[in-house]
């Protein structure tokens, strides 16, 4: 059947030169001048929307329960789709680095037999996917079973792209950590006590978290 009806929750809101793209209902949308057009329309969910101003291409996540999960890339130009991603897993947790000649992501590293949200999952690859499409796994990320961590690790990549930043759980603490592109200098850069998620800003000048029910 076909029709309309009034939804109540948007997610990934996220602002661009076009508009803001959005998801609901397991579809990604774009919201310019009060209209919104459904840009992937498909059967499978997508998730986590990242715009490329640059090349005008946006990335999301993607799962199908006969495909399972995957990262797309859509060119906003055509609307035509590329799969840079081929180990059938779960993703999400997006980044392009500033020169937009990487891409960032994290993967499920867990059995997708245990039928687990990515959220809920406690392994996780960091994955570098290079310009010419050459994957790299750069560490594994352990996470928590804590029902207040809600969110997959939290990614970005520096202003010169040498570095990638993310979260992860140590011994149950939230720690902010970051990784060379290569692999390697994987260094503590702050422990938060009571912390369940936290990002730095796109301009690195500071970092909200949330703590206690609370952000700061």
């Known amino acids: 059947t076909e029709g309309s009806t009034k939804t109540r929750t948007h997610r990934w809101g996220t602002p661009t030169s076009k508009g803001i793209i959005y998801e609901v209902l397991g579809d990604l949308h774009l919201l310019s001048d009060n209209t919104s057009i459904n840009l992937t329309n498909s059967e499978a969910h997508e998730t986590n929307p990242v715009y490329d101003e640059k090349n005008n291409r946006l990335y999301y996540a993607s799962w199908q329960d006969d495909k399972m999960g995957s990262i797309y890339t859509m060119n906003l130009d055509n609307n035509t789709t590329k799969q840079p991603t081929s180990n059938p897993s779960q993703y999400g947790s997006i980044a392009i680095s500033a020169a937009n000649t990487a891409l960032a992501f994290v993967r499920g590293a867990g059995s997708l037999m245990k039928g687990t949200l990515l959220e809920n999952q406690t392994d996780y690859e960091l994955v570098l996917l290079t310009e010419k ?62 912390a369940t998620r936290a990002i730095i800003s796109p301009d690195f000048q500071w970092i909200v978290f949330r703590e206690y029910h609370r952000n700061f």
């Open 133 to 194: 499409g050459k994957e790299k796994i750069l560490t594994q990320i352990s996470w928590t079973g804590n029902r207040y961590a809600k969110r997959p690790p939290a990614l970005i990549f520096n202003t010169s792209g040498d570095y990638i930043y993310f979260t992860e759980y140590v011994n149950d603490q939230l720690h902010l950590k970051k990784i060379k592109t290569d692999g390697l200098d994987e260094q503590t850069i702050y422990s938060f006590p009571h």
